[in-house]
């Protein structure tokens, strides 16, 4: 039988830093995976100054080229069924907390529980788990990582459709401390770049159910993180984002369980579909 898997993130470039190489393991594998974003991140930050005019503030065109980006880290993790929430434009960048992009009419943030287009969003992800029929679906936690509004709000939207339609598990992206500590431990941070710590990494999680080894996949994991190149830049084991803090790359990519089929008693578990049966 063929597994599937469903992967639920806000903006492009989330997929390939908090499980890019689980999604290219899994691939690999043989098994089905669709990943679902739910806008373009069009309040981004850019990075390369030549690209400086597509911020929102001037062209008001990042969207469309990071959804190139995103087609690319797509082709290089090999995933294949990417839909964007909705349909292309249906939802916009909501921005960070308190940011005048929030008030946009299509802001993701408005999708969220007590949000006018909440109903909406969800009957969107239920069509979508429908189709697909995932036995897993991989999203975040209830912070969202770090606290990104649209994180926060794709978090809600996952659970709420995933209980509407029975999706047999329901896993949150998180970084176990042992990982983050030993990731730390062995990375020299490049001069020029500021050194980071456990909190500046994000997704950090104090319990973990399943661990995967994505050493294999670093070279695809490596592509997908390159293809975004007005969010992040590569450096030698590991990339910085537009604040210049560095950061490793992970062999390993860890989730906790948010509903569903608990995995089998024991160590912890070193596959997503572990203990599932159809």
């Known amino acids: 039988m063929t597994w599937r898997l469903l992967a639920v993130h806000a903006h492009p470039d989330d997929e390939s830093i908090t ?20 806008n373009l991140g069009e309040e981004g930050e850019i990075i390369p100054p030549e690209l400086h005019g597509l911020e929102a503030d001037g062209a008001d065109q990042l969207g469309g080229y990071r959804l190139a980006e995103l087609i690319a880290a797509c082709s ?17 960048d909501s921005g960070m907390v308190g940011t005048p992009s929030a008030e946009h009419p299509r802001a993701f943030i408005h999708a969220g529980v007590d949000g006018p287009r909440h109903a909406e969003a969800v009957a969107q992800m239920v069509a979508v788990i429908t189709e ?8 975040y936690e209830a912070d969202g990582g770090y606290g990104h ?7 809600r939207i996952c659970l709420e459709a995933a209980e509407r339609t029975g999706v047999p598990r329901v896993l949150a992206v ?17 001069d020029g770049l500021l050194e980071p710590t456990a909190e500046d990494l994000g997704y950090l999680s104090t319990t973990t159910d399943v661990t995967i080894d994505i050493a294999v996949e670093a070279e ?3 592509a997908a993180l390159a293809a975004h190149r007005t969010q992040l830049t590569l450096i030698p084991g590991g990339f910085t984002l537009s604040n210049n803090i560095a950061q490793p ?15 089998p008693s024991g160590p912890v578990a070193q596959d997503l579909f572990a203990g599932l049966t159809v």
């Open 174 to 190: 998180g970084r176990g401390a042992a990982v983050i500590e030993q990731a730390l431990a062995d990375f020299v941070t490049p």
């Open 220 to 222: 695809a994991h490596l």
């Open 19 to 38: 499980m890019g190489g689980t999604l290219a393991r899994y691939r690999r594998s043989g098994a089905q995976v669709t990943l679902v974003t739910c």
């Open 149 to 155: 509004p649209d994180h926060v709000t794709a978090h």
């Open 249 to 263: 790359l992970l062999a390993q990519e860890s989730f906790r369980l948010l509903s569903g089929t608990p995995f």
């Open 132 to 139: 697909v029929r995932p036995h897993v679906l991989l999203t």
């Open 76 to 92: 290089a993790l090999g995933v294949t069924d990417h839909r964007l929430l909705g349909g292309l434009g249906c939802y916009r």
